[in-house]
């Protein structure tokens, strides 16, 4: 009788942490921050907020980083870097990483999805595609696409990816990238039927090879939020001389620092 007690528990618990996953999805998958939309950011680093009404009831909104260093000698800025974040807080967070771009004679335009900071909006993947389109619409007003890079870290690759599918551009580099949603979210839940529960999909690896632009792939063998497995999967998938970029020790939010990323930086972007 003890073991039909126990296979009953188990069931139970199977059951409650497979609701639990399906109504929660959003909150375990994206854990944003809301700023007032009259509140400004207080970077250090030269910029301007933008906002535009995506429709009658969402608005995206965009911080362009300007260019300090590596400029003309008219002051003009080498391209632009459209940066599409994680899955936290919102631009605030990922600022820091703004400088890796502007440093080098880059603009580095950000958007928040909708629910991070002052976007707003139905969190949907459509809707990610949709702003990620008007971000790259807005920066065809100012840069060649042969002068626009593609950037997605963690989250925001298989944004980045789809983009890059199907818009032009000089290159498209992903930050830790994952094989798509279903394949991350089942290495924390092995005996669900995610493909069934889950309903972003992102799946990176219908994109890549779509894009005709060069590729990056930065990810490191320490990174215990997105393993490095799930880049080694997009490996097959990679053109002639695109290239992922393995970094030792690289955790999920380091990469920055160590001399492989910022040697491969230096050569995409000087």
């Given amino acids: 009788m003890k073991i ?35 509140s400004a950011y207080n970077f250090e680093a030269p910029h301007k907020e933008v906002n535009i009404a995506f429709d009658a009831g969402s608005n995206l909104h965009i911080v362009q980083f300007t260019a300090v260093g590596g400029t003309d000698t008219a002051g003009r800025p080498k391209g632009l870097v459209l940066y599409f974040h994680g899955n936290k807080k919102n631009i605030s967070w990922y600022a820091k990483y703004a400088t890796e771009f502007t440093q080098r004679g880059y603009e580095c335009w950000m958007i928040d999805y909708p629910g991070f900071g002052k976007s707003t ?11 990620a389109a008007q971000l790259y619409k807005l920066g065809r007003t100012r ?15 298989g944004i980045a990816a789809q983009l890059a599918a199907v818009r032009d551009a000089r290159a498209l580099v992903l930050e830790t990238p994952y094989y798509s949603i279903h394949s991350l979210v089942s290495r924390y839940l092995p005996v669900y039927p995610v493909s069934r529960m889950i309903h972003y999909r992102l799946p990176t690896f219908e994109y890549l090879p779509k894009v005709t632009a060069p590729i990056i792939i930065f990810h490191g063998t320490s990174d215990n939020v997105v393993p490095y497995s799930q880049a080694d999967r997009l ?19 380091n990469l920055t620092e160590f001399k492989e990323y910022t040697l491969a930086m230096d050569s995409l972007l000087q």
């Fill in 4 to 38: 039909f007690r126990w296979i009953k528990i188990i069931v139970l618990l199977y059951c409650i942490v497979g609701i639990a996953a399906f109504y929660l999805q959003d909150r375990f998958l994206f854990h944003p921050e809301t700023k007032a939309r009259n």
């Fill in 121 to 131: 909006g139905v969190l949907t993947e459509e809707r990610l595609y949709g702003y």
């Fill in 143 to 157: 840069f060649a696409s042969d002068s626009i890079i593609i950037y997605g870290k963690s989250m925001g690759t």
């Fill in 235 to 253: 490996r097959p998938l990679l053109k002639p001389g695109d290239k992922l970029v393995t970094i030792e020790g690289g955790e999920h939010n």
